[in-house]
């Protein structure tokens, strides 16, 4: 989303950069890129395959549907079987596939239309062939039980990051259901990394990124997680990377765990 416009909308203002950014992320091992065809709208997804394209064979390239961008770059439900019908036909054009490898089903509270139609849309589009693999985004825990009632779950996408106060249930469920966990928003739109925040006093104190910190906590909650920031800065780009070597010392994580959020 970071690689678009302003609030993931409308071109960037250094296409060039950000499809670097794309190449240089894979180059240092990436192998998940989450993205989505309203980001931008179109835009994320037509950078991601004139960077990449043609992909390597294990790069897995996560989409979400179920909601669609309003005019002040907000987000509203579009969640019918008719639009996620659309929405994939869409994602797989841009993005040059001929079947999406994971598809999220995000939840959008404003919808009108029940979760599992939503679900039971992406199934059908699983069963012609055209999505390899169906995920959740957004969810509760019984929302994410509803769905594993319609069809096989392959991963959970929901916010996730320090000082949060919930999402740790979800995160307990789809573990032990053995189903991975896509964390994102995981810097908190960039709150976390404010220099009056505490955790950026942590980072003063061991030297090392706040950025950095705060993905290795999320990498350390549970072994089925994963981590997706958005950044289309190289630099920033290096810190994120650096969360995937750093371990954490009983002790830093003791002060991440205990840090207190206003």
């Known amino acids: 989303m970071q690689l678009t416009g302003p609030k993931g909308m409308g071109e960037p203002a250094d296409p060039a950069t950000a499809r670097a950014v794309l190449r240089r992320a894979v180059d240092a091992g990436t192998r998940l890129i989450d993205t989505s065809g309203y980001y931008g709208p179109q835009v994320a997804n037509r950078l991601l395959a004139e960077a990449l ?8 390239i996560a989409t979400k549907v179920g909601a669609r961008r309003t005019p002040d770059g ?18 797989l054009r841009q993005l040059r596939l001929d079947v999406l490898p994971l598809v999220h089903a995000r939840y959008m509270p404003d919808t009108t239309v029940p979760f599992e139609e939503t679900v039971g849309a992406l199934d059908e589009l699983r069963t012609e062939g055209l999505v390899a693999h169906i995920g959740v985004s957004n969810v509760t825990t019984s ?3 509803l769905a594993r009632s319609v069809a096989p779950i392959a991963s959970v996408e929901n916010e996730y990051h320090l000082g949060l106060t919930g999402g740790h249930d979800v995160l307990k469920a789809a573990t032990s ?4 966990y896509l964390a994102f928003r995981p810097l908190a739109n960039g709150v976390l990394l404010q220099p009056s925040s505490p955790l950026s006093l942590v980072s003063a104190q ?3 990124p706040a950025a950095t910190l705060a993905l290795a906590w999320i990498l350390a909650q549970s072994p089925g997680v994963a981590v997706i920031p958005g950044t289309s800065s190289p630099a920033h780009l290096t810190e994120l990377l650096a969360a995937r070597e750093l371990e954490l010392s009983g002790e830093i994580r003791q002060w991440l765990d205990g840090l207190e959020w206003s």
């Open 177 to 180: 259901a053995g189903i991975p």
């Open 74 to 91: 907000g987000f509203t439900a579009d969640a019918t079987p008719q639009a996620i019908r659309a929405a994939v036909h869409d994602n």
């Open 143 to 145: 929302q994410l039980d």
């Open 53 to 60: 394209y043609p992909y390597p064979s294990d790069l897995l």
């Open 206 to 208: 061991t030297s090392i």
